[in-house]
């Protein structure tokens, strides 16, 4: 039997080629074949189908490239949920740049491992260069930022809380009621006491709350403020909050800012972030407001001497006196080992649309979020939660139950017609349009609406039939 022709080296290329052609033709088709922004008929059926195309999962005779590509990647396809479709705005899960996609493919073929520098030359170079323009954007004028490439908001806010803990031995989390969920789990996994909760009345850090938290609360502390809110996209008052840290004397700054970050890259909207760089720590995510592939995720601290207690040494990989005469150490980047080069796609969409054409994607998402807010609340039979601070919109059938919210998004889910999040706030469910592709037009947005509506009316006439 021939050997399985390799991705890397000067024949890869020529072995990728016609492989590719047929991994295109597949994500048409199976785009097709599903015909919207997700598979209808719901979990079992998506089971059904997918168990029914790929029969054997570890067969005793393989059906060739050609054949498994077309196969497993259409039906794959066929079952998605595309967040490049302008419906399916549900998550912060955002449709990726063309162009990251296929830098991504160049990381995935040359496959550096990211942790030592004979296996990663130039990768670990260029993961020195844009981590630190990154980290400078974030603390612009700090002496010297740095940031690490993380897997996402949940690696770096754990990452952050282990930084806190070894630069003080303990420490006391203090976060906002609407804070992510992964700072729970961080304290949980890291031995540390479960989280000081503050109230978030309005959805943000009620500043005299914090303020009282602080005088009550032992240190040392690290306060975990949110620019964007996974439910609402809401900013924490970054400046009080900062503020009132400094004031205490015993507490360390810490930006969860995986959500909205990225509008730094955006003149209009920075503002929206004051005080950002009044942190310690800071959160980001790309692949959320970045249009990466996941992951591409950092932790930006503002002095890269921070970093320090991450030092590990295991002799096969940055011994000392390897690291002494001049090869990088490359451990300490990451509480993992193997690691892919994430940091291509980024550089690589950095070159390509620099400062203002990502800002100017952000842009666009947040004028859909307003034309988006501006349909509901001219639609006589919807509510608007708020006006969106970033991109995301809350709105929800006027006069429903939460049974009834809830059984709208389920149904557009099961009909494959749309991908509505869910999201708690004024003790009530609404529903949840998170907006991240720039592509969406006016029509798409009053589809949505549109779908809502037409729905909400079956469900009430179909309960008063009970």
Known sequence: MRAAPLAGGPQGADALRPLLDVVLRALHDGAVERGGPLPGGGPGEVR??????????????????????????????AGAADPAEPLCAAHLHTPPLALAVAADLAASALNPSMDSWDQAPAASELEAVVTAALAAEVFPGAAGPDALVTTGGTESNQLALLLARERHGTVQAVVGAHAHHSFHRAAWLLGLPEPVVVP????????????????????????????????????????????????HGNADLHVDAAYGGPALFSAAHRPLLAGLDRARTVTVDLHKLGWQPAAAGLLAVRDAADLAVLTHTADYLNADDDTD?????????????????????????????????????????????????????????????????????????????????????????????????????????????????????????QQVLTLVNALVNTLVEGSSHR
């Open 48 to 77: 059904r189908r997918l168990r029914e195309v790929l029969g054997a999962a570890v067969p005793e005779q393989g059906t060739g490239a050609d054949e498994a590509l077309r196969t497993v990647v259409r039906a794959v396809a």
């Open 200 to 247: 978030a009345p309005n959805g943000t850090i009620d500043p005299a709350a914090l303020d009282e938290a602080l005088r009550d609360t032992p240190g040392p502390l690290l306060v975990a403020a949110t620019a964007g809110t996974t439910d609402a996209g809401l900013i924490d008052p970054l400046p009080a909050i900062a503020d009132r840290c400094a004031a």
């Open 325 to 445: 005469a001049g090869l990088p150490d490359l451990l300490g980047r990451s509480l993992r080992t193997t690691r892919r080069p994430d940091v291509l796609k980024t550089a690589v969409t950095l070159r390509a649309l620099g400062r203002d054409g990502l800002g100017a994607l952000v842009d666009a998402c947040m004028e859909r979020a307003a034309h988006l807010a501006d349909l509901v609340e001219k639609s006589p039979g919807l509510e608007l939660y708020a006006r969106p601070t970033l991109t995301t919109v809350l709105f929800r059938p006027y006069d429903a139950d939460d049974e009834t919210v809830a059984a709208i998004r389920r149904t557009l889910l099961a009909e494959g017609r749309a991908v509505l999040g869910r999201a708690a706030a004024d003790g009530r469910l609404w529903l949840k349009a998170t907006l991240l592709n720039p592509h969406a037009t006016p029509g798409d947005l």
